[in-house]
């Protein structure tokens, strides 16, 4: 099957990769699995095999069509033609379930579907997701490693994150100019945890990683919080004047974020 490629697509070819990443999304057998961009159905195969109900999301209308086509005889198989950011998952699931989510994410638009499936993740139980190398290595990445960022820390607020395996170019068509990992994503939010509120802890997290040269201290200072407020959260945080937000664990933000007057937190970039 020859299909020119659009929307940044890199078809996965090695049937080796795609047991793999079906075995991954763990016991499937009464669930309802969700896949984002199945292209010619290389994981949709081995997934059907296993999965009780399987919902295709396929933006692209050839593919579709030949999805639809291919899979017009499989009861358990549902195929949308339709943009997985403008769907709602709530829309596809029955009440109280949650889905297992599968994809080859498309490159160009990788970071605003991991942002959707954070955004609706008390509808995921958890993502099995192939994406840039580069990408999986800043999404696992532990506090205080190069990696680690803004991106690292949103994640892990989420789900707890494995990077599992990493692929070649050569497994895929056309072959990519990177290597591609499949990251497993088990849902479980932190807010509730370390006692933070998620859309301020959001807003928080992007002003101390605003400047990655400089120090907390600095960003949040630039962010508009005063100097002295952001000595004493500091200090009551346990967290040297010097740090920056590289390097200091999601635990320690939070306390930091809390000890920070109410104040500063609503009206800094409200």
Request: aromatic share 6%; net charge neutral; glycine share 6%.
């Amino acid at each position: 099957m020859k299909h020119k490629p659009k929307l940044g697509q890199n078809f996965l070819v090695d049937p080796g990769a795609s047991q793999r990443i079906a075995d991954a999304a763990g016991d499937v057998s009464n669930r309802t699995v969700l896949e984002i961009g199945p292209g010619h159905g290389a994981i949709t195969m081995p997934l059907l095999a296993r999965c009780g109900h399987l919902i295709a999301i396929e933006l692209d209308t050839s593919l579709f069509k030949e999805l639809q086509f291919r899979f017009r005889d499989r009861r358990q198989v549902q195929v949308l033609h339709a943009s997985i950011l403008e769907t709602k998952l709530e829309s596809l699931l029955e009440p109280g379930e949650k889905a297992i989510v599968v994809g080859n994410l498309p490159y160009y638009i990788t970071s605003d579907i991991l942002l959707k499936l954070f955004g609706e993740h008390a509808h995921i139980d958890r993502a099995v997701l192939m994406v840039q190398r580069e990408v999986a290595d800043r999404v696992a990445a532990a506090p205080g490693s190069r990696d680690y960022g803004l991106l690292s820390a949103t994640a892990q607020m989420y789900a707890s994150v494995q990077n599992l395996f990493t692929l070649p170019p050569s497994a895929f068509s056309p072959p990519p100019e990177v290597h591609s990992s499949v990251l497993r994503m088990t849902f479980a939010p932190r807010f509730e945890e370390l006692g933070v509120d998620a859309i301020g802890f959001d807003r928080f997290l992007h002003q101390c990683f605003a400047q990655k040269r400089k120090t907390l201290a600095n960003n949040l200072r630039a962010a508009g919080h005063e100097p002295e407020a952001i000595r004493s959260a500091l200090d009551g945080a346990g967290i040297s004047p010097q740090a920056r937000a590289e390097a200091t664990s999601l635990e320690a933000m939070a306390a930091l974020y809390k000890l920070l007057p109410a104040a500063d937190k609503t009206s800094v970039g409200s």
